[in-house]
C-alpha cells in the first residue's frame, strides 16, 4: 500500500512529466509513459515488488534519454530532488532509470534488481506491437531516417556506441531491436503480453515486403 505522501509525490511527478513530454512527436510523449506506468504496475502486481520506485522510475524514465539530450542531463535527478524523498530512494529510482534502456543488440542490458527489470520490460512491451511500429516509424521520421532502403541489411551492433552511430532505415530498426526484445524480457508477465505483439510485428513485415516487392523478387534482409 502507498501511503499518502507517496501518493502526492506521484501525483506531482505525473503532472512534471506532462508538461515536459506532451505533444513530443518522436514516440516518447506523455502517452508512452503513461503507458509504460500502467503496464509497469500491471506486471508489478503479479510480481512481488516494491511499487513505489517502480512507479517513479517509469514517469521519469525517458527524461534523460541518451537519444535526445545531452550525455550528462540530470533532469530525473533535479526532480527528485526537489522532493522531500531521501537520498535512498532517489538513489534506486536513478539506478532503475539507468538499466531501462535498450543498447544494441550484442550489448547485455540485464537489471541487477526485480524493479529494474519490471520498469524495462514495461518499455520494451511499448516498443512492440501495433503501438511500437507507430513509434518506431515516428522516430525515424524524426531523425530524418527513411523508411526502408532495400540495399541496406539490418547489423546486429556489437556495441552500445556501434548502435548509437547508426543511421540505418527504420525497417532494420525492426531487426536490430525490435524483433529481438521478446527473448530479453525478464517477467513472465511481460512475455505472456509480448507473443501477440511480436507475432503482429512479423506479419507487418511481412505484408510491408509483399506490397514493396510487388513486382520483383524480394531481396532483403
Ligand atoms: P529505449 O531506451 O530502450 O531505446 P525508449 O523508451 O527510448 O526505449 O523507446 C524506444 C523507441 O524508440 C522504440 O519504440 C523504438 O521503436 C524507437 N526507436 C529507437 N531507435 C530507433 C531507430 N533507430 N529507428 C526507429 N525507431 C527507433
Ligand atoms: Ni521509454
Same mark, same amino acid.
Given at each position: 500500500m502507498l501511503t499518502q505522501p507517496q501518493l502526492e509525490i506521484l501525483s506531482a511527478t505525473t503532472d512534471f512529466v506532462k508538461s515536459q513530454s506532451t505533444? #513530443?512527436?518522436?514516440?516518447?510523449?506523455w502517452w508512452h509513459i503513461y503507458r509504460v506506468e500502467k503496464l509497469a504496475i500491471f506486471i508489478a502486481e503479479k510480481e512481488e515488488a516494491e511499487l513505489f520506485t517502480i512507479r517513479l522510475a517509469a514517469l521519469l524514465h525517458?527524461?534523460?534519454?541518451w537519444k535526445f539530450n #545531452?550525455?550528462?542531463?540530470r533532469n530525473a535527478e533535479n526532480w527528485l530532488r526537489s522532493t522531500s524523498l531521501e537520498e535512498e530512494t532517489i538513489q534506486k529510482v536513478l539506478h532503475i532509470i539507468s538499466q531501462v534502456s535498450f543498447k544494441g543488440a550484442g550489448e547485455k542490458t540485464i537489471p541487477d534488481s526485480m524493479e529494474a527489470m519490471i520498469v524495462q520490460d514495461a518499455d520494451r512491451l511499448d516498443a512492440l506491437g501495433a503501438i511500437g511500429i507507430a513509434r518506431a516509424f515516428a522516430y525515424g521520421g524524426s531523425k530524418n531516417?527513411?523508411?526502408? #532502403?532495400? #540495399?541496406t541489411a539490418p547489423e546486429l551492433h556489437k556495441t552500445f556506441t556501434a548502435y548509437q552511430n547508426s543511421k540505418s532505415h527504420t525497417i532494420n530498426h525492426f531487426y536490430e531491436k525490435l524483433l529481438l526484445l521478446k527473448d530479453r524480457l525478464h517477467t513472465k508477465t511481460a512475455r505472456d503480453l509480448a507473443i501477440e505483439r511480436h507475432d503482429f510485428m512479423k506479419d507487418f513485415l511481412e505484408n510491408f515486403f509483399e506490397e514493396w516487392f510487388l513486382f520483383g523478387e524480394k531481396r532483403f534482409p
Open positions: 505533444g #513530443e512527436s518522436s514516440g516518447h510523449d525517458d527524461l534523460d534519454d #545531452e550525455s550528462n542531463s531516417r527513411p523508411i526502408f #532502403e532495400p #540495399e
